[in-house]
């Protein structure tokens, strides 16, 4: 029987689900949604099952899932989940508008969820209702946000070691030695999600992949399908996909660069003043600089994360702006076209969670435009011993993030409450191990 759309204007991707669905084409249905550090976690539904429970109740998971750590550690601490409230299910809504097939298995569909409580609430929990909860916020103001996401990431051996010896950035050469695998990425990631490009980066076997710049939400999806499908090529290639900041001291680190504008309609609100930044453009800079050593935590939620932070990096050091300037922490780039025109904030890391990288970076942007002050005037040259550093570790991050009223307002407090108790449970793991360098150093010296 021809199923029939429920919905006054149901999007292209809707449509096609629904015509795949009535011809048989699709045998399963990938029901998706992210935990707190960005992984990929759904569950797999038989497709003759699927569309009467995505229009009905969801599909029903323990919230655990939304309460552990990056080995998959339960924290009890958690004020929105934990032992006490039994650790309840929670139900993914699939958003049948973000339906794909899957490139590397034929007759399978993905689609990535809302994740709702009982009484059909957006748990606190799921990083994509805080996504969503943040453009609302900043609808009331008048805009909407597109961005364009930009993600580094190493192709590894198995073993975690370097299978190439070149470190060329822009490379023909080098991506011709990253054969297959690198034409296998571009096909699938082109199949899968906006894709606008793969590059060779700064270090041996690092990809650049950049996503087509679009709407907020629709960036975000695209970025987490991004590293689940570079995953899954890299696996089938006997290889490795480490999102990993930092893996080698000696080499580039991995970043997740975004590319932010504000519109108004169908008019780019960004807009040039004179071959100037103008007033909206102005008070978002100044948003994202007074709460930048705030929201660090939400692009750097791992120890590692804080090791790109150093000179002559190309990731930034310093609470800084300036225009297109790589060693600024936000770059303000002015084209010819006023719908290119954006601001660039280079502090995050490339294994952030696409949902709270992107919503925390949108908080301090609505905190600008409420407040209304203009940031110091943009500074030129090498900044890298400019301004305030940015947070020296995962634990000053944390402190910092859980003390900004006003983003907590913003983003949600008891969202940014309970992230910032699973970023913990990473710093304290840190902080009680002792490291081989730690005895290297001072075993025979103490």
């Not at 497709?47 to 599909?59: E, I, Q, V």
């Not at 936000?330 to 076209?337: G, P, Q, T």
């Not at 011993?385 to 634990?395: F, N, R, W």
Request: charged letters at 20%; a negative charge.
């Amino acid at each position: 029987m021809t199923q029939t759309v429920d919905r006054r204007n149901p999007s292209a991707a809707e449509l096609e689900l629904l015509r795949l669905l009535d011809e048989g084409a699709l045998r399963e249905i990938e029901v998706a949604w992210s935990d707190p550090f960005g992984h990929a976690a759904g569950k797999r539904i038989p497709a003759s099952t699927f569309l009467a429970r995505a229009r009905g109740t969801g599909f029903a998971f323990c919230e655990a899932a939304l309460g552990w750590n990056v080995d998959g550690t339960v924290i009890d601490s958690l004020r929105q989940t934990n032992w006490e409230s039994g650790y309840p299910d929670v139900r993914a809504v699939p958003d049948l508008a973000t339906f794909r097939t899957l490139p590397w298995r034929p007759g399978v569909g993905h689609v990535i969820s809302d994740v709702l409580r009982h009484g059909g609430h957006p748990s606190p929990l799921d990083p994509r209702g805080v996504l969503k909860r943040v453009l609302s916020r900043l609808q009331t103001l008048g805009y909407t946000a597109k961005i364009g996401v930009e993600l580094e990431f190493y192709l590894l051996n198995p073993d975690g070691t370097p299978f190439q010896e070149d470190i060329h950035a822009y490379s023909l050469e080098n991506a011709n030695a990253l054969d297959p695998i690198l034409s296998d990425l571009q096909d699938t990631l082109g199949a899968f999600t906006r894709l606008e490009g793969v590059q060779t980066e700064y270090g041996p076997g690092q990809v650049e992949a950049n996503l087509v710049y679009t709407d907020a939400l629709e960036a975000a999806d695209d970025s987490v399908r991004l590293k689940y499908a570079a995953k899954e090529v890299a696996r089938r290639h006997g290889k490795v996909a480490t999102f990993m900041p930092k893996p080698f001291s000696e080499h580039s680190g991995s970043s997740g660069h975004l590319h932010v504008s504000l519109w108004r309609g169908d008019q780019p609100a960004f807009a040039a003043d004179g071959g100037n930044e103008n007033d909206v453009t102005l008070h978002a800079i100044a948003g994202l600089l007074e709460h930048l050593p705030s929201i660090t935590l939400f692009g750097a939620h791992s120890v590692n994360g804080y090791r790109r932070f150093v000179a002559d990096s190309f990731a930034p050091a310093t609470v800084t702006w300036s225009r297109d300037n790589r060693s600024a922490a936000v770059r303000s780039l002015i084209e010819d076209a006023p719908e290119a025109t954006r601001i660039e904030l280079r502090t995050g890391g490339a294994d952030a969670n696409p949902y709270w990288l992107v919503a925390s970076a949108l908080a301090a942007v609505i905190a600008g435009l409420e407040a209304g002050r203009r940031p110091p005037l943009a500074e030129g040259g090498n900044l890298y011993g400019v301004g305030t550093p940015l947070p020296e570790s995962l634990g000053v991050a944390i402190a910092l993030a859980t003390q900004d009223d006003t983003i907590g307002e913003i983003l949600g407090v008891e969202s940014v409450l309970d992230f910032a108790a699973i970023a913990q449970s990473e710093w304290v793991e840190y902080s009680g191990h002792v490291s081989d360098w730690e005895r290297q150093r001072y075993l025979s010296r103490s």
